[in-house]
């Protein structure tokens, strides 16, 4: 006979009294069925719905940009009447990028970026720390030497997802994981998923041998001559679009994201197969992070002073990962002519598409923040997740190897 432990005084005569702990081992039965169905459906790989429509309907800068195309004298100054939305963002500021900004809008000038030293230097940069210093000294200069090229990249079959990726030179073990699991480039349903590493020089290392040696293996490797530092991500970026605009002009999307990224590729992509008309062809989606303001605390890894920048951020999408349709590279990497440089990447891009005349389109599937889940998201479960932040190698292996499990097997 099956054995079962009851509590001494449910002998079965007394079971009726005992209702109640019959009751409860059933809730709990139940319970743990449920919590066993729902974490299936959790890891399941799902084609969620479609990303919530922004609240303002999106304007398409390229109903205005695209005949411009070729023109680039014509589109100087049709980029230059878009980049005038700055000016919403704008506070009136004797602080060094406001005044320097409200300049660039006000006189056209298309120097944003120049290897020139500025000629009015800050009266406090002395005060500034090093990194800030460096930036601003050297901040404005975006003509680097490419070190490695993919040339060919994308010239088979047009690329569907372009995957680029901001890595540093030590960071091998962070690109062996991503290339051997979501970062892999192959074809989902004939959409071709394409990946790059976006490096600069390693301060105070001579990796170059190894790098070479990577890059001999796997070609997937983008290197500049510049120090890869933290202030140096716009840089990077910069320089990035302005490749990406001649080796890949025909990428219908990109994926920007860090090296410390989970990504369910084929989720983002079957996500963005389903988007229509103009979404398409002017998205910027990821993690919206609003009405953010400047750190002023010096302590802090992304501390702007006062005297700096004054005013809160644009919306932008967190810098961990987000997604934009290729069609406006070339755009963004011209109408950086009149934004002035800013050290931090994901604001920066902001700033950029905001000139465009675009604000980032949330997506509950991007974390690339560590909040508490259940605090930031009642809405949605894991099946949602597109993208999560902060994942070292092995993490990023197992999670690729739990998911691939669970598609062999369903
Ligand atoms: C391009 O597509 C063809 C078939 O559609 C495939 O055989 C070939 O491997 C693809 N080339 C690349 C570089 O992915
Ligand atoms: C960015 O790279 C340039 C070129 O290597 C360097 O001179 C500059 O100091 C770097 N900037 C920062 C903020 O590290």
């Known amino acids: 006979m ?26 709990i039965l139940t319970l743990v069925g449920l919590k066993i169905y729902f974490d299936i459906m959790d ?31 014509v589109s100087m100054d049709t980029l230059h009447d878009m980049a005038n939305k700055l000016r919403r963002l704008l506070v009136t500021s004797d602080s060094y990028w406001n005044t320097n900004e409200q300049h660039l809008l006000d006189s056209k000038d298309t120097r944003a970026w120049t290897c020139k030293t500025p000629k009015e230097p800050l009266k406090d940069l002395a005060t500034y720390p090093e990194p800030l210093q460096l930036f601003l000294q050297h901040g404005g200069c975006r003509e680097y030497h490419l070190i490695i090229d993919q040339p060919d990249k994308c010239s088979h079959n047009r690329t569907f997802l372009l995957l680029a ?21 192959r074809s989902y349903g004939g959409l071709y998923v394409r990946l790059v590493f976006l490096l600069g020089v390693a301060p105070g290392q001579d990796l170059s041998s190894l790098i070479w040696y990577e890059n001999g293996q796997s070609h997937d490797l983008l290197q500049w001559d510049f120090l890869d530092t933290f202030f140096n991500l716009t840089l990077k970026d910069q ?41 398409n062809q002017a998205l ?21 002073p006062h005297s700096y920048y004054a005013g809160s951020y644009p919306p932008y999408a967190g810098g961990g990962g987000y997604v934009f349709s290729g069609a406006l590279t070339p755009w963004l990497y011209l109408v950086a002519h009149f934004v ?4 931090i990447d994901d604001v920066y ?32 479960s894991k099946k949602h997740l597109l993208l999560v932040h902060k994942k070292n190698p092995q993490e990023i292996l197992q999670m690729w190897n739990k998911l691939r499990d669970h598609v ?3």
């Open 165 to 185: 990726i901001k890595s540093s030179p030590q960071n091998f073990a962070q690109r062996q994981a991503v290339r051997s699991s979501w970062g892999t480039e």
């Open 284 to 304: 910027y989606m990821g993690h919206v992070v609003s009405s953010a303001k400047p750190f002023r605390d010096p302590r802090s890894k992304y501390y702007i």
């Open 340 to 343: 002035t440089p800013f050290p």
């Open 239 to 279: 320089l990035f679009l302005g490749w990406a605009r001649l080796r890949c002009p025909e990428a219908r999307y990109i994926l920007k994201g860090d090296d410390d990224v989970f990504v369910r590729t084929s989720e983002i992509v079957q996500e963005l197969t389903l988007l229509g008309g103009h979404q």
């Open 43 to 73: 890891e399941l790989p799902i084609f969620s719905e479609l990303p919530p429509t922004p609240s303002e309907p999106l304007r398409n800068p390229l109903l205005i940009l695209e005949p411009l195309q070729g023109q680039e004298d």
């Open 349 to 380: 891009t902001g700033m950029c598409f905001m000139a465009l005349g675009m604000k980032p389109t949330g997506h509950p599937g991007f974390r690339t923040f560590e909040i508490p889940v259940r605090q930031k998201y009642p809405c949605c």
């Open 2 to 27: 099956l054995e079962i432990s009851v509590p001494f005084h449910c002998k079965l005569k007394t079971m009726v009294r005992c209702r109640k702990f019959f009751v409860s081992i059933t809730a």
């Open 408 to 410: 062999q097997h369903s």
